[in-house]
C-alpha cells in the first residue's frame, strides 16, 4: 500500500509539486483553477484545500443516500451505481468549519473558481457543532486548539477531517501530517465505518491507516 506525499517544497518548474499517480492530476487540476496560481509553486495551506476538496469524489455517504439508497443497499451498489451516487452526493456537497484560517480561506477560494464550471458545493461557517448535520465534510484546523476527542452520531455521516496532531486517534477520521517538506494523510477507517462513510478502494492505497492502539499502514 502507498501513501499520499504532497511535496510543499518550491520547484524549478513553477507550480510543480510532487504526487502520486491520481491525487497528482486531481490537485494540479483543481490548483489551475485559483487565479493565477499555475503560475506559481503552493503553499501548505492550499495543498490541504485542494485534498479538502477533492476527498469528496472518492467518499459515499451512506446515510445520506437517495430514496431507495439506503446504507443497507449501498453495499450491494455496482461500481457505476455507486459512482453516480457520489456524484450526486458531491452537487449539492457543503464544506464547515468553526474556525477560519489559511486552508478554509484557500478552499473558500478554490470552491468560488470552481462554481464557474458549474460546480454547486457550498461552505459554512459553524458557531459550534450543535448543526453539523447539515456538513458532509467538516475541517477543524491545529488552530481550533481543540485537543479533546471528537465525538459524533453515526446518523451525522460527516468526514472530519483535520490537521491537528493526534486528530485521527481522537475520534477524526483524516489527518493531514507535516513532515519534513510534506504533507501525508491519514485515515482512521474505523471511525468512517462508524460514521456509515465509504471510502473509495482508490484513496485507501494512497493513505496511510491509522491502526489502534499503533499505526501501521494495513496491507489489503
Not at 475541517?139 to 460527516?158: C, T, Y
Request: hydrophobic fraction near 45%.
Amino acid at each position: 500500500m502507498g501513501s499520499i506525499v504532497v511535496s510543499i517544497q518550491r520547484t524549478k518548474t513553477p507550480g510543480f509539486v510532487n504526487a502520486s499517480g491520481m491525487m497528482f492530476k486531481l490537485l494540479i487540476g483543481l490548483m489551475i483553477a485559483i487565479p493565477e496560481a499555475s503560475s506559481r509553486s503552493y503553499e501548505e495551506h492550499e495543498i490541504k484545500a485542494a485534498f479538502l476538496y477533492s476527498f469528496a469524489q472518492f467518499i459515499t455517504w451512506e446515510t445520506r443516500a437517495t430514496t431507495g439508497q439506503t446504507a443497507a443497499l449501498t453495499a450491494a451498489l455496482t461500481a457505476a451505481q455507486t459512482a453516480a451516487l457520489t456524484a450526486a452526493q458531491t452537487a449539492a456537497l457543503t464544506y464547515c468549519a468553526v474556525h477560519e484560517g489559511p486552508v478554509v480561506n484557500a478552499l473558500k477560494e478554490l470552491i468560488a473558481a470552481k462554481q464557474t464550471a458549474g460546480e454547486t458545493r457550498r461552505y459554512t461557517l459553524l458557531a459550534d457543532l450543535s448543526n453539523i448535520r447539515q456538513c458532509h465534510i467538516l475541517f477543524l484546523g491545529a488552530d481550533n486548539n481543540k485537543s479533546e476527542s471528537l465525538q459524533l452520531r453515526p446518523e451525522e455521516s460527516v468526514l472530519t477531517v483535520g490537521d491537528s496532531q493526534g486528530f485521527v486517534a481522537n475520534g477524526g477520521i483524516i489527518e493531514f501530517r507535516r513532515q519534513g517538506a510534506r504533507v501525508q494523510v491519514h485515515i482512521n477507517l474505523a471511525t468512517a465505518r462508524a460514521q456509515r462513510i465509504q471510502i473509495s478502494s482508490k484513496l485507501l492505497k494512497l493513505a496511510t491507516i491509522y491502526n489502534a492502539p499503533d499505526e501501521a499502514k494495513i496491507d489489503d
